[in-house]
């Protein structure tokens, strides 16, 4: 089993940053993918960021440009840079991750409880 928890939201204005954190703990050696996802009131889930073991990186398009995914294996921790933030990237952000890599529309295993972020105009 793997525990995930996410720090790092809160409120800010728009064009400002703000940097999540999750930091994972248990059966984490099979992990591969790890990244985020967001759900903002009344919408569906989303990606937003997915980052592999190796490096490799997808982006929801409306994030491309301004987000920056990394991670740190040895930590165990996968970060989340926002940068230009608008309002509508209020939401609900979780972590995610996964011992198989599923692309931007696959079901990742395991998810963290979300943290809040507030953008506002």
């Known amino acids: 089993q793997v525990q995930l928890v996410e720090s790092g939201g809160g409120l800010v204005q728009a064009g400002g940053s703000l940097r999540l954190s999750c930091a994972a703990s248990?059966?984490?050696?099979?992990?591969?993918?790890m990244g985020w996802y967001r759900q903002a009131p009344g919408k569906q889930r989303e990606l937003v960021a997915v980052?592999?073991?190796?490096?490799?990186?997808i982006y929801a398009d409306s994030v491309k440009g301004r987000f920056a995914i990394s991670r740190d294996n040895a930590k165990n921790t996968v970060f989340l840079q926002m940068n230009s933030l608008k309002p509508e990237d209020t939401a609900v952000y979780y972590c995610?991750?996964?011992?198989?890599?599923?692309?931007?529309?696959?079901?990742?295993?395991?998810w963290g409880q979300g943290t809040q972020v507030t953008v506002s105009s």
């Open positions: 980052i592999t073991s190796r490096g490799t990186t």
């Open positions: 995610v991750a996964d011992e198989v890599f599923r692309g931007p529309n696959g079901e990742y295993d395991y």
């Open positions: 248990g059966s984490i050696f099979r992990l591969n993918a």
